[in-house]
Nanobody, 127 residues
């Protein structure tokens, strides 16, 4: 049974940083691409970042480029999202998701490409 568990969210002030973690179990984690998405109240879920199975290819939404960094430690079955210079508009529930295609050759920013999802972690940025 595949399970993804996010952690690291919290309430911070604008300009602060958080490191979100996504711990995976129930599969050979190193074979799969992972994405981060977020959903603000009253808005649709949106793509934030993604990383390929080996960790050498990443993709980011324009709104977070230069501020967020996605990385992974396959030995720990964990993907991280380092969020710096947080803004109030970064507020939302952050979800990690796993693309079920083994060793996919491209990253997707579409939520429908990801089959497995965590329960989410809340990030709230006050101004």
């Amino acid at each position: 049974q595949v399970q993804l568990v996010e952690s690291g969210g919290g309430l911070v002030q604008a300009g602060d940083s958080l490191r979100l973690s996504c711990a995976a179990s129930g599969l050979t984690f190193s074979m799969y691409c992972v994405g981060w998405f977020r959903q603000a109240p009253g808005k649709e879920r949106e793509f934030v970042a993604a990383i390929n199975w080996s960790g050498d290819i990443t993709d980011y939404a324009d709104s977070v480029k230069g501020r967020f960094t996605i990385s992974r430690d396959n030995a720990k079955n964990t993907v991280y999202l380092q969020t710096n210079s947080l803004k109030p508009e970064d507020t939302g529930v952050y979800y990690c998701a796993l693309d079920p295609a083994r060793r996919a050759t491209s990253l997707s920013s579409v939520s429908g490409a990801y089959k497995y999802w965590g329960q989410g972690t809340q990030v709230t940025v006050s101004s």
